[in-house]
């Protein structure tokens, strides 16, 4: 479904493992599908997502262990059960908090259900299911080979970092492959069923929500970690040694909020390389992410300007430097393969005029957090009255503190200030936040659903530079009831957000 970027609408944020539902973590079953159905009720057009590969350390899904593979944890049972693949599952003894996901209890139990699921299918599939399995393999086959035998050599080894491996392995000798590929065949089918299982829904969850007038946003990062199937598959487009280690990482400078800077350890492109092969890597990630999603957003856009890069020795990021990027050649050589690129561009944090030149020669709409335009005065960027028409406008992201928690812990000019601008207080600032949103010039407005729901601290996504405690939150429709949607409905039509069926001025 195409997406017009200067067309006026407005979304919601929400990740899909915060979706409700009995499985422990949020997924593409029936609660993804009634969520759909609330925001085409609620006058919404957009659904966006935070990056639907594999979670990494943390259970960040900004560090996978692919760029190109689905979360397995976001395959939904119910259409496993209901094929006769897997037995209807029970949940372990106390079942799962609804409200937060506990990684712990939750990951191991659902791979017991996939790998379930995943046996019924090699035993009992239909002929029209496995060749409907088997054209699909051999579609992906550019990335799901590597992947799958990368996934299943980890799992075998008891999740070995792919450099600890037998040398002849992790340097990709073909014997060492073919002889992995043999003795690793059943983990291997594993994991191509379950991104077979992946794709599946998520094609199936898009294809209902377009219908419906609503369009995916997907999140795709720009780094990917040392410890993935990209980095084992094409070590030679990375910044490695003789060994397979990073000679520099990624990271960004010190700066007010830290006087050590981030030192975030992924490994730097080699982009003299990518760019000799034309970018072909960063074309086939891109039409894979277009495959799930109608737009995505790009993270740490300002690293295509000019990236901090980390000597790898540097415990943390005072050593680095700026090295210049691949610029505007890289979307170019993207773009003559696919055609005009569906891109918003996060030109957040430590932006340089280089930054906002390369996203205005691309076309590309940037992004305005209004929890910061309070800190200053009238000329702040992050104003809605500064706002250009060319942007995608938020109250807050996944990093940022919910609106509700932002304002119980805003200094007194930030709140001085918010009151007097939008005008709010303590009952309504979540909605006086949401029509600023709405009623600005901004192109397209994306709300998180914790702030629609005018929910505090406790429900906030993420801390940026903590571990433990992140990515855990879920909603239960219980939290939501029938007025938020009702009033987000009239401020998308009272604003002209709002195309679709549902949305409907006041009487």
């Not at 059960?81 to 506990?102: I, M």
């Not at 300007?305 to 691949?326: H, L, M, N, Q």
Request: aromatic letters at 12%.
């Amino acid at each position: 479904m195409t997406i017009d970027l200067h067309q006026r609408q407005s979304g919601v944020l929400l990740h899909i493992t915060s979706l409700p539902g009995p499985n422990g973590v949020g997924d593409f079953g029936p609660e993804a599908y009634r969520f759909v159905d609330w925001l085409q009720s609620a006058g919404q057009s957009i659904w966006q997502w935070l990056p639907s590969t594999p979670i990494g350390p943390g259970e960040s899904p900004y560090q996978g262990v692919s760029a190109f593979a689905g979360s397995p944890w976001m395959v939904a049972l119910e259409p496993l059960v209901a094929r006769g693949w897997l037995a209807q599952p029970a949940a372990p003894e106390g079942g799962f908090d609804d409200r937060r996901v506990d990684y712990g209890r939750v990951l191991p139990w659902r791979e017991q259900q996939l790998r379930a699921a995943a046996a019924g299918f090699f035993a009992r599939a239909s002929a029209e299911d496995r060749a409907a399995y088997e054209g699909w393999c051999a579609s992906q086959r550019d990335w799901l080979d590597d992947y799958a035998l990368f996934m299943a050599t980890r799992s075998s080894r008891g999740g070995q970092p792919w450099w600890e491996w037998p040398r002849d392995l992790a340097a990709r000798e073909p014997h060492a492959l073919a002889a992995a590929r043999e003795q690793y065949a059943e983990e291997v089918g594993f994991w191509q069923f379950v991104q077979w299982c992946f794709d599946t829904q998520v094609g199936a969850l898009k294809a209902y929500a377009n219908e419906r007038g609503v369009h995916i946003m997907g999140d795709l990062p720009i780094f990917v970690a040392h410890d993935s199937a990209d980095c084992w598959a094409r070590p030679d487009l990375y910044e490695l040694d003789e060994h397979f280690q990073p000679t520099v990482v990624a990271g960004v400078p010190p700066d007010a909020m830290s006087v050590t800077g981030q030192r975030w350890g992924n490994p730097m492109y080699r982009w003299d390389r990518m760019a000799h092969e034309h970018f072909a890597w960063w074309t086939a990630r891109v039409k894979r992410m277009l495959s799930s999603a109608d737009v995505f957003r790009i993270d740490h856009f300002r690293g295509f300007a000019a990236y901090y890069e980390i000597p790898a020795d540097s415990p943390d990021a005072t050593r680095g430097v700026w090295k210049t990027g691949p610029g505007k050649a890289l979307f170019d050589a993207i773009a003559r393969s696919l055609g005009e690129l569906p891109i918003v561009a996060e030109d957040l944090g430590f932006i340089t005029p280089d930054v906002h030149e390369l996203r205005d020669a691309l076309n590309y709409p940037g992004m305005k957090i209004l929890q910061f335009g309070f800190g200053g005065d009238g000329g702040h960027e992050f104003l809605p009255h500064n706002w250009p028409r060319a942007a995608v406008c938020y109250t807050g992201t996944h990093d940022n503190d919910t609106v509700r928690g932002w304002w119980n812990q805003a200094s007194a000019h930030e709140r001085a200030y918010a009151a007097a601008y939008l005008p709010a207080g303590d009952h309504d600032i979540h909605w006086a936040m949401i029509r600023a949103c709405a009623n600005s010039v901004a192109n397209v407005a994306v709300y998180p659903l914790q702030d629609v729901l005018g929910l505090d601290s406790a429900h906030r996504m993420n801390i940026p530079g903590t571990l433990g405690g992140n990515w855990e939150w879920r909603f239960t429709w219980d939290m939501v009831g029938a007025e938020p949607g009702r009033l987000l409905a009239q401020i998308s039509a009272t604003s002209g957000r709002s195309p679709i069926a549902g949305a409907r001025l006041p009487e």
